[in-house]
């Protein structure tokens, strides 16, 4: 067998690290883990992790650099249900947040989405306060 050039090898290649990372979470949290290690790390993942830490559903985050993407270790409460990224990240309105609630969450008083607004990433009870719509992420329960 002949050697393959060096233009053919496959690679991986990690198509969305949030919904890596909130994968990640979900599967730790289901198998009972006490902390789970994620990588790479990026600006809209520690947002994303400060948000739920914000609502108590994770403890501290650490953030490791390891000179190259990056690593968090997240400490889990035992409290998510679940986690995920809407992909693609739909424009919401201010008015349309409440169709993405009764679609996304089990209940109306549980559970968060999070959104990108030009005000930074929040979850949608305080775009609501802030009065700003923007693009869905993620949501958690």
């Given at each position: 067998?002949?050697?393959?050039p060096?233009?053919c090898?496959l690679?991986?290649?990690l198509?969305?690290v949030?919904n890596?990372c909130?994968k990640n979470?979900?599967h730790a949290?289901?198998t009972g883990k006490?902390?789970?290690?994620?990588r790479?790390?990026?600006?809209?993942?520690?947002?994303f992790l400060?948000v739920?830490?914000?609502?108590k559903?994770?403890?501290e985050?650490?953030?490791v650099?390891?000179?190259?993407?990056g690593?968090?270790?997240?400490e889990?409460?035992?409290r998510i249900n679940?986690?995920?990224?809407?992909?693609?990240?739909?424009?919401?309105k201010l008015?349309?947040?409440?169709?993405w609630?009764?679609?996304?969450?089990?209940?109306?008083n549980?559970?968060?989405?999070v959104l990108?607004t030009s005000?930074?990433?929040?979850d949608?009870?305080?775009?609501?306060?802030?009065?700003?719509?923007?693009?869905i992420?993620?949501?958690f329960?």
């Open positions: 067998a002949e050697p393959r060096h233009c090898e690679s991986m290649v198509i969305s949030l890596n909130l979470i979900t949290e289901k006490r902390q789970v290690l994620i790479p790390s990026s600006k809209v993942i520690v947002k400060q739920m830490q914000k609502h559903y994770i403890g985050f650490e953030i650099d390891d000179r190259r993407s690593k968090i270790i997240v889990l409460l035992g679940k986690c995920g990224v809407i992909s693609p990240r739909f424009d919401v008015t349309a947040i409440e169709k609630i009764v679609n996304l969450l089990p209940s109306r549980f559970g968060f989405i990108t005000l930074g990433i929040m949608h009870e305080e775009a609501r306060r802030k009065h700003t719509g923007g693009k992420l993620g949501y329960y």
